[in-house]
């Protein structure tokens, strides 16, 4: 099994994607970048850190969240993805679940859709039918308002796979190329400590599949409640999370710490060509 994961050429260094809240209660930002000029400014840190995606949130989807109207979502995200895209030359990913803040998105010129809810929202498999762009589908259990209550699974990783394989099946038919899906296992959402370790330390066993994988732990409640320290504390733990990903293939990387994430992963990439 060890062998598999550490073969030089199973992995490539993995894209960071660089997280931008715009969500005015974004539990590790603080509505810091609430402001656009802010937002733009974090944008231009990240690029120089050496991003590679830039992942715009217009809703929160924290746990316990209440849900954003689909009026000010389209207000905190477009007008800032067209100032990115006049701006810079660099990757956006929306992060939506509405179907009209991905048509929109898709029109301004967004790279990838990230979906916490794995276009499972009306409207939304006819929508990125009609595009070319590629969709993250994040497994989610329940609801964010509930999904930490009780999470259960019979296997964790043999339920998400399943449903990974539907979501699939069902985006295939719907039109959207199977090459264009990325799968996230979803760290945080509606998962138990034990259950998102699990996945972390067996995260390979959804390279079955055949499609990049991408991975956010960044700051998240696992890495606070195993180490008991505060959002601004987690960079340790968010950064071995990280690597640790990147050795199961991750393809992606969803950080809040984009420089402290890129040196970490060069660093692991020296030492892939030894292996
Ligand atoms: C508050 C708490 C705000 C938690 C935001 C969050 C993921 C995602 C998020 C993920 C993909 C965060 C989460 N997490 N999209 N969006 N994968 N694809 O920690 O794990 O950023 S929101």
């Known amino acids: 099994m060890m062998q598999q994961i550490f073969k030089a050429e199973s992995f490539a260094k993995p894209q960071v994607m660089g997280i931008l809240n715009v969500t005015p209660d974004s539990f590790s930002d603080g509505g810091k970048f609430a402001t656009f000029d802010k937002a733009l400014a974090q944008v231009e840190q990240m690029i120089n850190d050496g991003v590679d995606i830039i992942d715009i949130g217009g809703e929160s989807t924290r746990p316990g969240a209440v849900e954003v109207s689909e009026a000010d979502e389209l207000t905190r995200v477009i007008p800032l993805l067209k100032a990115i895209k006049a701006k810079f030359t660099i990757k956006v990913s929306i992060d939506t679940s509405k179907a009209e803040v991905m048509t929109q998105a898709i029109a301004h010129g967004a790279d990838i859709i990230n979906d916490v809810r794995a276009l499972q929202n009306e409207g939304c498999l006819a ?49 959207i190329k199977r090459e264009r899906l990325i799968l996230d296992p979803g760290f945080g959402f509606g998962k138990t400590l ?20 991408l991975s956010g732990t960044s700051r998240k409640s696992m890495i ?6 505060n959002v ?5 733990g968010s950064l071995t999370t990280a690597i640790i990903a990147a050795q199961q293939n991750a393809s992606i990387i969803r950080v809040h710490d984009v420089k402290e994430t890129v040196d970490a992963l060069k660093v692991l990439a020296m030492t892939v060509k030894y292996q």
Do not use: T, W
């Not at 762009?133 to 019979?154: A, I």
């Not at 601004?232 to 340790?236: G, I, M, P, S, T």
């Open 232 to 236: 601004d504390e987690r960079l340790a």
């Open 224 to 229: 606070g409640d195993l180490l008991a320290r």
């Open 127 to 175: 929508v990125l039918a009609q595009s070319n762009v590629p969709v993250c589908l994040m497994h989610m259990q329940g609801l964010p308002r509930s999904m930490q209550e009780n999470p259960h699974y019979d296997e964790v990783i043999g339920d998400i796979k399943q449903f990974f394989i539907e979501r699939i099946k069902v985006c295939v038919q719907a039109g």
């Open 194 to 213: 034990e259950q998102n370790y699990q996945l972390l330390a067996q995260l390979h066993q959804f390279g079955d599949l055949g499609l990049p994988l």
